[in-house]
């Protein structure tokens, strides 16, 4: 099946493990210095999945791993700095302004931001969402939706990149 594009969405499939490292690798040459990407969804769904492909795609060569208990993990060494933050285990306001959130928002590299639904009323309005759900054991849809100009653009890129046309 191919991807629906409606405007500044796409909703699309991925039918592996392989294929969704794909999908993030393609993200991330895309990726620019102040990008913010948010993910979401359950445990198990691939936020970090894509988030190691999203690394390959910075040409990032470090293990890249889940930050659920760090909260914050460093990538630099590649095209641009990759910050992969987790909030999973945060809970309030006070616990997600406490880890500096808006710091690595505003920062030089891409933010990937697992579990981001925990803090949506402090993302930057301007940014891709991505909302990951099981289909099957194997089997993911993938929904993303570009808010500004800028992630549209990038949107657009990627669905041509991806899968043509």
Known sequence: MSPVMTGPTIDFFS????QTRRFGFRLGQFAQPGDVF????????GKTLLTQGIGQGLDIHTAITSPTF?????????RIPLYHIDLYRLHSDQEIWNLGLLDYLESD????????DQAKR????RRLWITLRHLSATKR?????AKGPRYIAL?????RDAFGG
């Open 122 to 125: 402090v993302m930057p309005e």
């Open 70 to 78: 760090t909260l914050i993990n460093e990538y630099r060494g590649g």
């Open 155 to 159: 949107l657009t890129s990627f669905r």
């Open 141 to 145: 849809g993938i929904l993303m939706q």
């Open 15 to 18: 039918h592996s493990v392989a």
């Open 109 to 116: 590299g891409l933010s990937v931001v697992e579990w981001a």
């Open 38 to 45: 948010c993910l979401e969804g359950p445990l198990g769904s």
